[in-house]
T-cell receptor, first 113, second 118 residues
Framework: GENVEQHPSTLSVQEGDSAVIKCTYS??????FPWYKQELGKRPQLIID?????GEKKDQRIAVTLNKTAKHFSLHITETQPEDSAVYFC????????????FGAGTRLAVHP | NAGVMQNPRHLVRRRGQEARLRCSPM?????VYWYRQLPEEGLKFMVY????????ESGMPKERFSAEFPKEGPSILRIQQVVRGDSAAYFC????????????????FGPGTRLTVL
């Protein structure tokens, strides 16, 4: 069935280090993969997304890679800062006739000064 | 252009009461999605609506939950006879076109309604 798995569930890094979060999905027809950042008590905010016709997309310190063959995609944050601390969710759009995003369980990222 | 609006932001109900959650999509957006987030968990899809139509309600519990998006006014998520397990944050998102419609279909989230059932 439709499923998105996300790892790790928690991630702790030192300021300035890189952070990588990985997701796998089950529907080979999926073609849209957004990433959301959610700070405590706030709404999820779209930070970057990727579509299946590209393998990589970058926006300043954030990049996302997609491997359609292996059905996995990753979020890379370089030069992490304390304000990057939040919960990050990956999602996949499942094409089974309807429009809905299936979210991963989230990764709690802590960046320590 | 105001973002997605939700009200109330916090709602307290006693077991057995009804909860009504409202969502006004961004201007120009005709697609609305409702998600539920339990404490310390991810977002679970509930229902996808367009104006006057429910497109996909596969994530919605069969009983006590209903949703609508009328021609005029906000989308409403209604929970009848609430139970403690309904306590969660309910997020609404909107997009200008459906995700299958190609580009310019990102979902933007509202601030959420935090429902507490006593």
């Amino acid at each position: 069935g439709e499923n998105v798995e996300q790892h790790p569930s928690t991630l702790s890094v030192q300021e300035g280090d890189s952070a990588v979060i990985k997701c796998t999905y089950s529907d080979s027809a999926s073609n849209y993969f957004p990433w959301y950042k959610q700070e405590l008590g706030k709404r999820p905010q779209l930070i970057i997304d990727i579509r299946s016709n590209v393998g990589e997309k970058k926006d300043q310190r954030i990049a996302v890679t997609l491997n359609k063959t292996a059905k996995h995609f990753s979020l890379h944050i370089t030069e992490t800062q304390p304000e990057d601390s939040a919960v990050y969710f990956c999602a996949g759009f499942f094409s089974g006739g309807y429009n809905k995003l299936i979210f991963g369980a989230g990764t709690r990222l802590a960046v320590h000064p | 252009n105001a973002g997605v609006m939700q009200n109330p932001r916090h709602l307290v109900r006693r077991r057995g009461q009804e909860a009504r959650l409202r969502c006004s999509p961004m201007k120009g957006h005709s697609h609305v999605y409702w998600y539920r987030q339990l404490p310390e968990e991810g977002l679970k899809f509930m229902v996808y609506l367009q104006k006057e139509n429910i497109i996909d309600e596969s994530g919605m519990p069969k009983e006590r939950f209903s949703a609508e998006f009328p021609k005029e006014g906000p989308s409403i998520l209604r929970i009848q006879q609430v139970v403690r397990g309904d306590s969660a944050a309910y997020f609404c998102a909107s997009s200008p076109v459906g995700l299958a419609g190609g580009y310019n279909n990102e979902q933007f989230f509202g601030p959420g309604t935090r429902l507490t059932v006593l």
